[in-house]
């Protein structure tokens, strides 16, 4: 499988479940990780979900998923209520992009689906994806500004 040996297939994600083991309740504590140090590739962008899981536990990682929800929930909110077309298919595309990019991501260091580089959005290191994140959360700001006008 292009020059990779049998032993270096699933690495990425087989360090990701060691590291969802020790999650715990509450985790290690912040800073505490041992899987970002040496063991967990690209810790603080593809797979920082699983390092926030090993560092405040179970809480931190259904925090972060919550947060998703409502963000999404909220996004899903301002498009219903908008009367313009474009405003909507606009809100939508960027509420989608949220929700998609969290989940694909979440389900890469769960490994339900192979390794794909989605960053989680606002949590994963990159200049890129931060800028766009903010960019659409901007967006979806304005949309729902313009949707409550009177």
Known sequence: MHGRTEGERGYHVIQSWIAMI???????GLGNSKQKLFFLPESSSDFIFTVIGEEFGFIGGMTIIVVFSLLLWQGLRIV???KDVFGFFLGLGITMMFGLQSIMNIAVVSGIIPTKGIPLPFLSTGGSSLLFSMLGIGILVNIAKQSFKV
Request: net charge positive; no cysteine.
């Open 22 to 28: 020790v999650w715990g309740l509450t985790g290690l």
């Open 80 to 82: 219903s209520r908008t």
